[in-house]
């Protein structure tokens, strides 16, 4: 889940507040403008030379700010995927976190998941080779699971759904599982996009789900089937929610409107 050094960086009060909590959470560099307070950070005052020094110096740059502020001033910056940051771009409300520049090859998709998975926003990845994937998995485990089982488990998962597991865009779970090592693992060596959905958005889970051993122990009612219903887009489950021995899968479909049948 690594996306080597990172930056993140805001430019009014509001967008500060997202910017430290991303930051924190990071463990990336904050840069707010000089006439920001309150904040252990490094303070810019121009903001396309700002941009200039992160290009250089970074990894991967999270920007709280309006799209076309990222848009202007990195434009002149720009010289190949394969060279140029991961910059994912976010409203300062969170509700987006959107995959700006080197999204395949420079990591900047990964992020946006990694954006998400913090502070609950939709990771926009317009990358064709993802957007074409219609299918998320939702997954619970038991701790300390292995990563071989929980392959197991998706990889059967899918033939019951009658869908081959590289159709799958995203493995979904629980923020109680981001130290999962076997989940983490097992998304790595399979490929796929892994986000950990917070808290809050189970509070607010829009989806009638049945109650399971998740009501018991972290306060949620269920986590497999919220997590594929509410980690898409018009989402419709395929796979309800299936045990695996000490894995549990379900899998849904977004119904996009062009590539749904």
Not at 44 to 62: A, H, M, R, T
Not at 85 to 96: K, L, M, N, Q, T
Not at 127 to 132: C, F, G, L, V
Not at 239 to 245: A, H, M, N, Q, W
């Amino acid at each position: 889940m690594n996306t080597g050094r990172l930056a993140v960086i805001a430019v009014t009060d509001k967008g500060a507040v997202q910017a430290k909590y991303i930051a924190d959470r990071l463990r990336a560099e904050l840069y707010l403008s000089e006439k920001i307070s309150g904040y252990d950070s490094i303070k810019y005052s121009s903001i396309k030379e700002c941009f200039e020094k992160l290009f250089q110096e970074y990894d991967g740059i999270v920007a709280v700010m309006a799209q076309g502020i990222v848009t202007r001033v990195t434009a002149p910056l720009l010289e190949s995927k394969y060279k140029d940051p991961a910059v994912v771009v976010c409203d300062e409300v969170g509700r987006y976190a959107i995959s700006a520049v080197s999204g395949h090859e420079g990591g900047a998709n990964r992020l946006a998941h990694r954006v998400a998975s913090i502070t609950g926003a939709v990771p926009v990845i317009t990358t064709a080779t993802e957007a074409n994937k219609l299918y998320i998995a939702g997954v619970g485990c038991r701790k300390d699971t292995k990563k071989e089982q929980i392959i197991s488990a998706l990889t059967q998962a899918c033939a019951d759904a009658k869908i081959d597991i590289a159709q799958l865009r995203l493995i979904a779970s629980a923020w109680v599982k981001e130290n999962e090592q076997g989940l983490i693992d097992a998304a790595d060596e399979l490929g796929i996009y892994l986000r950990f959905l917070p808290e809050h958005l189970f509070t607010y889970c829009p989806y009638e789900v049945e109650e399971t051993a998740a009501a018991r122990h972290i306060g949620v009612k269920a986590v497999a089937e919220p997590c594929a219903l509410m980690a898409g887009f018009n989402t419709t489950l395929v796979l309800k929610k299936t045990i695996y021995e000490s894995v549990t899968v379900a899998i849904s479909k977004e119904m996009t409107g062009f590539l749904s049948e």
